[in-house]
């Protein structure tokens, strides 16, 4: 069990142009979702925060309204990069816990590509 | 604040035990994690420890927690070419977040 998937695995966009992805916890409910972004031979870091029905928590430094978080329900959660430039190209995770905040199990990831 | 550090590469005999360390500054952490992450995939949770505990044995993997210190370490016996991959140190920060380091990098030498 605990099994999160994110869709899609890869994306290449141009610039200018708005890219979604998809976290869903497929076997449990997610009360809360994190966002993760990763740069090549990084660490992650955390972006923002996100719980079932209300809005984002984003950490400083994390643009709100470039990077929009929706998660409209306790299996979904959606990340929506708006007129996404080169720089925005990165590996993005996301992850959920079904309870306390210290147990996160994390999706695969999605690669971001902007030309 | 908040930091988690680690080595970045560490190169070991295939068979011989690798062992990986990390030291953390938040004194507060209840948990401390290792993660595993194979090439373009996600984090895989490998094992984690309480604060309040030293050792943690599960099959090859040994977590071992110097509170003192603030240094954590994971050794791997008998490594394998499957292990191959990048180990994040992670804290469980009274903020309320997960504090990854940097990776660290391990490769097999045949």
Redesign the interface.
């Known amino acids: 069990g605990a099994v999160v998937s994110q869709h899609p695995s890869w994306v290449i966009c141009k610039s200018g142009t708005s890219v979604k992805i998809e976290c869903r916890s497929l076997d449990f409910q997610a009360t809360t979702m994190f966002w993760y972004r990763q740069f090549p031979k990084q660490s992650l870091m955390l972006m923002a925060t996100s719980n079932e029905g209300s809005k984002a928590t984003y950490e400083q430094g994390v643009e709100k309204d470039k990077f929009l978080i929706n998660h409209a329900s306790l299996t979904l959660s959606t990340l929506t990069v708006t007129s996404a430039h080169p720089e925005d190209s990165s590996f993005y995770i996301c992850s959920a816990t079904r309870g306390g905040w210290n147990e996160q199990f994390f999706g695969p990831g999605t690669r971001l590509t902007v030309l | 604040g908040e930091d988690v550090e680690q080595s970045l590469f560490l190169s070991v005999r295939e068979g011989d035990s690798s062992v990986i360390n990390c030291t953390y500054t938040d004194s507060s952490s209840?948990?401390l994690y290792w993660?595993k992450q194979e090439p373009?995939?996600?984090?895989?949770?490998l094992t984690y420890i309480f604060s309040n505990m030293d050792m943690k044995q599960d099959q090859r993997l040994t977590v071992l927690l110097n509170k003192k210190d603030k240094h954590l370490s994971l050794r791997i016996a008998d490594t394998q070419t499957g292990d191959s991959a990048i180990y994040?140190c992670a804290e469980?920060s009274n903020a309320?977040?997960?504090i990854?380091?940097?990776?660290t990098?391990l490769s097999i030498q045949p």
Do not use: D, N, V
Request: charged share 10%; net charge positive.
């Open positions: 209840t948990y993660y373009g995939a996600g984090l895989q949770l994040f469980y309320s977040k997960i990854f380091g940097s990776g990098r």
